[in-house]
Nanobody
Framework: QVQLVESGGGLVQAGGSLRLSCAVSGRTFSTYYMGWFRQAPGKEREFVGAIKWSGGTAYYADSVKGRFTISRDSAKNTVYLQMNSLNGEDTAVYYC????????????????????WGQGTQVTVSS
């Protein structure tokens, strides 16, 4: 129902910034949630943050709160992840994901709640 394509990853020095983009194609509804996850080598995929497609306040994992910001541009059908003050622990493949369910309890934060995924983009932070 939707296709997600991430871009913007790369190599950045510790303390630097990157902005990831997630282009969304297909029909979108205000009830959708758009999430960002990441997976470091040898670790499970973890929740970074998410935002409702209709707007409102984004919510984040404690590990990135205050450093990362999620926004979306509905005119461009794009969701962004602005990452500041990056450190080595932020090195991972970052994935954009969509929760298209029309009914849910609470705000989705787990991988099982998101049914659609992008291919991922690598972010490497060098010290």
């Amino acid at each position: 129902q939707v296709q997600l394509v991430e871009s913007g990853g790369g190599l950045v020095q510790a303390g630097g910034s990157l902005r990831l983009s997630c282009a969304v194609s297909g029909r979108t509804f205000s009830t959708y949630y758009m999430g960002w996850f990441r997976q470091a080598p040898g670790k499970e995929r973890e929740f970074v943050g998410a935002i409702k497609w209709s707007g409102g306040t984004a919510y984040y994992a404690d590990s990135v709160k205050g450093r990362f910001t999620i926004s979306r541009d509905s005119a461009k059908n794009t969701v962004y992840l602005q990452m500041n003050s990056l450190n080595g622990e932020d090195t991972a493949v970052y994935y954009c994901a969509a929760d298209l369910r029309s009914w849910r309890v609470g705000r989705p934060t787990t991988t099982t709640e998101y049914g659609y995924w992008g291919q991922g983009t690598q972010v490497t932070v060098s010290s």
